[in-house]
């Protein structure tokens, strides 16, 4: 990816600085990218840079190669879509590298403010009756979770300080929420609408 010039406005961007290792050797990490830059004379330049959900909550490593040199930056823990990481560099080429985070979307896990969400999909009669289960986390941790009797559709089951850690607080943490998904059965049995038409007179009733 090539870096463009920034305009030299104020921006709503959030900026954030971190450290850069000017080995000139340096070890690449599992899922870290190279990054090209043209040596080209510019004070500022930007680039976007995609992370995972994964490397929001770990924090992540890419490499950027200026002026021959390949340079280690650190992309902290707890960056949003939108956040500016700011690289102050003292090169030929470049004063200040900015980094604009793009999170790329998960197939099972999504992310509002510092809080971590997963569907759980429930059978009717255990979202009726109440059920435990075990959900898996985005570190891989299995989370028991108590479903209570009657929880609706859409209801969230909070697990506290199981989130993504907080950009701008090192202590803060957010919470990790299951939520509620009552998958209706298919290909009902005779003895099985029998039971819901029991169940159907039953309410008409106020039994």
Known sequence: ???SDIPGQRTAHRTFSVAVNFKTQVFLIQCSEVIELLDQPSLKKELEVEVTLEEVLFGAKR???IDGKRLQISIPKGVEAGSKVHIKL???TIKDLYLNIIVKEHLEFSRKKNNLYKNIDLLVTDAALGVS????DLEGESLLIT???ETQNN???????KGFPSLTDK??????FGVVRIVLPEKLSSAEKKLFQQLKKL???GE
């Open 155 to 161: 209801t969230e089951i909070k697990v506290p300080h």
């Open 90 to 92: 003292n090169t030929k």
């Open 133 to 136: 289960v075990t959900v898996t």
């Open 63 to 65: 490499v950027v190669n």
């Open 171 to 176: 202590e803060s943490v957010g919470d990790f």
């Open 203 to 205: 309410r008409e009733k």
């Open 1 to 3: 990816m090539i870096g």
């Open 147 to 149: 479903i209570p009797p």
